[in-house]
Structures are given as structure tokens and as C-alpha cells.
């Protein structure tokens, strides 16, 4: 279970970092940034894991609980499909993270980053792998990442219907690889994706790409 030592042991604004939706097909990266003003209220850490390891209604709850506790400050930055398929999906899952650390309102001593890859920030960053399960920041912001993207993509299925985006969340699974031969990409389908790329070129849906 993730616990305090790493932000404890750096000590001063030490936010932590992580992203949702790198390997999907569909919709944004999202990246979430949490900062512990004061150390993380034992009611809170027990609701915080990596977010994979969390049911959904375990997400939402702890997701409800970090929004609203005192001694902490939250942020969520994004980058589009759009901007992915530009810069790639590192660079724009690094954007999106910056983006979240801007919006903090304040400048961290210290960034945990899940993983191994640093964005470029222009604050000190320490790489923390599987940090997600070590660090309460980083599991909290694992959690804020994932929920507001499933939200995401939920409200992208809704726009549009037929890929079943609000059930695999863009990931690549055979349903959603089946639906994108079929209906071909929708706008929110990253380029750049061998998937996503074979739908566009196949001439015989050129026709009905959205």
C-alpha cells in the first residue's frame, strides 16, 4: 500500500504525478497532480491505491474524498487526440502532466512522477516506478486521472454512439477494434495508431470516416 515516506523523506512541496489513457485509441491523456499541504489525514490513505487495483465505485469514492480535503492541492491537465497525434503520445502525455502542475497555483519543491520518464518541468522531478503504490500523492493522483477520464469518455460515447467508448475507454479491445473497421475513426480516434491508421486508409470506409 502506498504511505507518506517518499514525500516525508523529501520533504517541503512535494507534489506527486500521474497520467490515465496513454495506451487507448481513443480521447484524451489526462494527467492529475496532487500536493499535500500537511501529511495525508489517515481517513483519506486508507482509500488511496493505484488506481488499476480500485474497483470503480472505490475510484469515485476516493476520488469524492481528495476533491474535498483540507491540506491539499489538486489539479488536472489534459492533452487532446489532436495534440497526440502532433507530438506523439509521450510528449503529450508529458504536456498534459505539466499542465496539471501549472494549474496547481503553486510551485512544487519536488515532483513524483509515476514511471520512469520525466516530463520536463521546470521544477526538480524524481521518477518513482510503480509509484502509483508507493506514494499517497501519486496514488491519489492516479485516481483523479482516471476518473475524470472515464468521465471523459463517457461523454465522448455519448456524442458518438457505436464505438462504446464509455465501456473500454478507447483501449483496444476486439470490440472496439471491430467497431473501427466497421464505422471507421471518429474524430477523437488517435492518428498515428496502427489500428486507427489501417481503419482510415481502408478505401472501402473512406466513405463513412467521421
Given at each position: 500500500?502506498?504511505?507518506?515516506?517518499?514525500?516525508?523523506?523529501?520533504?517541503?512541496?512535494?507534489?506527486?504525478?500521474?497520467?490515465?489513457?496513454?495506451?487507448?485509441?481513443?480521447?484524451?491523456?489526462?494527467?492529475?497532480?496532487?500536493?499535500?499541504?500537511?501529511?495525508?489525514?489517515?481517513?483519506?490513505?486508507?482509500?488511496?491505491?493505484?488506481?488499476?487495483?480500485?474497483?470503480?465505485?472505490?475510484?469515485?469514492?476516493?476520488?469524492?474524498?481528495?476533491?474535498?480535503?483540507?491540506?491539499?492541492?489538486?489539479?488536472?491537465?489534459?492533452?487532446?487526440?489532436?495534440e497526440?497525434g502532433?507530438?506523439?503520445?509521450?510528449?503529450?502525455?508529458?504536456?498534459?502532466?505539466?499542465?496539471?502542475?501549472?494549474?496547481?497555483?503553486?510551485?512544487?519543491?519536488?515532483?513524483?512522477?509515476?514511471?520512469?520518464?520525466?516530463?520536463?518541468?521546470?521544477?526538480?522531478?524524481?521518477?518513482?516506478?510503480?509509484?502509483?503504490?508507493?506514494?499517497l500523492?501519486i496514488?491519489?493522483?492516479?485516481?483523479?486521472?482516471k476518473?475524470?477520464?472515464?468521465?471523459?469518455?463517457?461523454?465522448?460515447?455519448?456524442?458518438?454512439?457505436?464505438?462504446?467508448?464509455?465501456?473500454?475507454?478507447?483501449?483496444?479491445?476486439?470490440?472496439?477494434?471491430?467497431?473501427?473497421?466497421?464505422?471507421?475513426?471518429?474524430?477523437?480516434?488517435?492518428?498515428?495508431?496502427?489500428?486507427?491508421?489501417?481503419?482510415?486508409?481502408?478505401?472501402?470506409?473512406?466513405?463513412?470516416?467521421?
Amino acid at each position: 500500500m502506498p504511505d507518506f515516506s517518499l514525500e516525508a523523506e523529501a520533504g517541503g512541496l512535494v507534489a506527486g504525478v500521474d497520467e490515465a489513457g496513454r495506451g487507448p485509441l481513443a480521447g484524451p491523456v489526462v494527467a492529475a497532480a496532487v500536493l499535500f499541504l500537511e501529511p495525508c489525514p489517515p481517513e483519506l490513505a486508507a482509500l488511496l491505491d493505484d488506481s488499476k487495483k480500485l474497483s470503480a465505485p472505490a475510484r469515485e469514492r476516493a476520488f469524492a474524498a481528495i476533491r474535498v480535503c483540507a491540506g491539499l492541492r489538486w489539479a488536472v491537465g489534459a492533452a487532446s487526440s489532436k495534440e497526440i497525434g502532433a507530438v506523439n503520445i509521450l510528449r503529450a502525455t508529458h504536456l498534459a502532466m505539466a499542465r496539471a502542475v501549472r494549474r496547481l497555483g503553486m510551485v512544487p519543491d519536488l515532483v513524483l512522477v509515476d514511471g520512469n520518464q520525466p516530463p520536463p518541468l521546470s521544477c526538480p522531478v524524481r521518477c518513482v516506478v510503480k509509484g502509483d503504490g508507493r506514494s499517497l500523492s501519486i496514488a491519489a493522483a492516479s485516481i483523479l486521472a482516471k476518473v475524470t477520464r472515464d468521465a471523459a469518455m463517457a461523454r465522448l460515447d455519448r456524442r458518438h454512439p457505436g464505438y462504446g467508448f464509455a465501456r473500454h475507454q478507447g483501449y483496444p479491445t476486439a470490440p472496439h477494434r471491430a467497431a473501427l473497421m466497421a464505422l471507421g475513426p471518429c474524430a477523437h480516434h488517435r492518428k498515428g495508431f496502427g489500428p486507427v491508421d489501417a481503419a482510415r486508409a481502408a478505401p472501402s470506409l473512406s466513405a463513412s470516416i467521421r
